[in-house]
Every structure is written in structure tokens, then in C-alpha cells.
């Protein structure tokens, strides 16, 4: 990574890109827990404690299942999606805000046919993401909106 810090004004590209920041596919494996997503950090300062990322699923692609402690400030800047947020399953469309609070499960998925784009704000210093163990996907299959999310 470059450690020097970019300049003040970094215009934007086509295609949700950004001059001087780095597009990083994430890698994909066969076991991934995500599929078809790529990350652009976009600011990541120090003095503020924070780093504002930008997310983006190809179509029918998803972020990781996952908790933690730290929290998230999403807001939906491209395409459709659904979201989960512990027991709530919603539709998703640009410039909606989504809250993930400590400790909830989460994963966003992007419709078929449309890629799912986001910034998401995050604490720089934070805690790994948990996966769930197969007794707390059942446990979240209770509810009937999150089983029909995850059967996807
Ligand atoms: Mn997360």
C-alpha cells in the first residue's frame, strides 16, 4: 500500500472510480464467503479514526455473512439490492442509509441483472468479523424472511 497521503482533490472516474484509489478485487476461492465484490478505500484518515469504503457486488454477487463489534454507516450509492440486518430483510436503492449495529448479523446481496454499490463507514482501528457456525444460521432461519434471504 502507498503510505503517502493522497492529495485533497481526487476526481471522480467513470464507472464508481476514483483517481488515486486503488480498486481491489476481493479474491475469490471456492469456499469464499462472498462472491463478486470489490472494495476502494476511499478515505482513511487518522485523525478522525475512520475509513469511508466503497463496496460494489456485480449482479447476483454478495458481501460476506458476518458480525462484529465495530459498526457500520452504509448508504446505497448504486444499483438494488436486499439487505440483511439481523432479523430485518429490505429492498435496497440508492442513497438509502442502513445502521449495523454491534454484534448483528449482515450481508448484502445484489439483485440478478444489477450490480449493488455502497460507502460504508468504519471505525480505522476494529475488531475481526465473526462467521456463523452452523448453529447460529439456524438459528437465524427462524425467522422466515432471513431463511428465504440466505436460501438464495
Ligand atoms: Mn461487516
Not at 127 to 147: G, I, Q, Y
Request: proline share 7%; hydrophobic share 40%; aromatic share 10%.
Amino acid at each position: 500500500m502507498d503510505n503517502e497521503k493522497p492529495g485533497n482533490f481526487r476526481p471522480a472516474r467513470d464507472g464508481f472510480r476514483w483517481d488515486g484509489v486503488a480498486y481491489q478485487p476481493y479474491k475469490q476461492e471456492g469456499s469464499a464467503p462472498f462472491k463478486d465484490i470489490s472494495r476502494q478505500v476511499l478515505f482513511q484518515e487518522p485523525s478522525l479514526g475512520c475509513e469511508l469504503r466503497y463496496f460494489e457486488m456485480d449482479a447476483a454477487g454478495y458481501s460476506t455473512l458476518e458480525r462484529h463489534e465495530h459498526e457500520h454507516a452504509v448508504m446505497i450509492l448504486r444499483g438494488h439490492g436486499t439487505c440483511m440486518v439481523g432479523t430485518e430483510v429490505r429492498a435496497v436503492k440508492p442513497f438509502d442509509l442502513v445502521t449495523i449495529p454491534a454484534w448483528t448479523w449482515h450481508q448484502f446481496r445484489a439483485t440478478a441483472g444489477e450490480p449493488l454499490g455502497f460507502l460504508c463507514m468504519v471505525n480505522q482501528q476494529r475488531d475481526r468479523p465473526v462467521l456463523p457456525t452452523a448453529e447460529d444460521l439456524a438459528a437465524m432461519k427462524a425467522v422466515p424472511a432471513v431463511a428465504a434471504f440466505l436460501q438464495d
